[in-house]
């Protein structure tokens, strides 16, 4: 199947501050990208849709100006969270959809601590 | 938009015994529902899916049957292992495309020795 790799895997950073992750698609270019949020012992929960060489579309409830998400290639979906808090310390993993058919292919995830 | 409920929360079998996991949905028009098992800390991988053309899959140990009519699908797992052990995440696909995928709670399955 198609691989999906993300970076960094885990990041630890002060209150504050903000952290950029990447998804890649490495072997199939994805016009859309997905983010997903994961709090402990919960489901996954979708941040944001993001389409390559356009605006990404975030889900309600999601603050489009904190969590900033750059789709600016084929194979490149970045997600900033910006300003981060202890409260915004979760596994985010990104996804990318088979072109030619239905399955989502997951990233590794990353996991952000915020101090 | 789309609602997906998942039941149990928490299943524990024995070794060889079979397992259940429920998922209802509300749109109508969603036409894919994945699977996914998902190891702590780690990605979730699909394990099987069905397409709302299709009324039931089979792979293996692995089951799925879709009732569209009744908008729910389940997930059959037989001769459990203790490596089936993990979390089962149901995931739908409304209609219309996009292609998001909005997640059911999670089953934590235990599979005892």
């Known amino acids: 199947g198609a691989v999906v790799s993300q970076h960094p895997s885990w990041v630890i950073c002060k209150s504050g501050t903000s952290v950029k992750i990447e998804c890649r698609s490495l072997d199939f270019q994805a016009t859309t990208m997905f983010w997903y949020r994961q709090f402990p012992k919960q489901s996954l929960m979708l941040m944001a849709t993001?389409?390559?060489?356009?605006?990404?579309?975030?889900e309600q409830g999601v603050e489009k100006d904190k969590f900033l998400i750059n789709h600016a290639s084929l194979t490149l979906s970045t997600l900033t969270v910006t300003s981060a808090h202890p409260e915004d310390s979760s596994f985010y993993i990104c996804?990318?959809?088979?072109?030619?058919?239905?399955?989502?292919?997951f990233g590794p995830g990353t996991r952000l601590t915020v101090l | 938009g789309e609602n997906v409920e998942q039941h149990p929360s928490t299943l524990s079998v024995q070794e060889g015994d079979s397992a259940v996991i429920k998922c209802t949905y509300s749109?109508?028009?969603?036409?894919?529902f994945p699977w996914y098992k998902q190891e702590l800390g780690k990605r979730p991988q699909l394990i099987i899916d069905?397409?709302?053309?299709?009324g039931e899959k089979k792979d293996q140990r692995i089951a799925v049957t879709l009732n569209k009519t009744a908008k729910h699908f389940s997930l059959h797992i037989t001769e459990t292992q203790p490596e089936d052990s993990a979390v089962y995440f149901c995931a739908a696909v409304p209609g219309g495309g996009g292609n998001k995928l909005t997640f059911g709670t999670g089953t934590q399955l235990k599979v005892e020795l």
């Open positions: 993001s389409n390559e060489g356009s605006k990404a579309t975030y």
């Open positions: 749109d109508s028009a969603s036409n894919y």
């Open positions: 996804s990318a959809r088979d072109p030619s058919g239905y399955e989502q292919f």
């Open positions: 069905i397409r709302s053309n299709v």
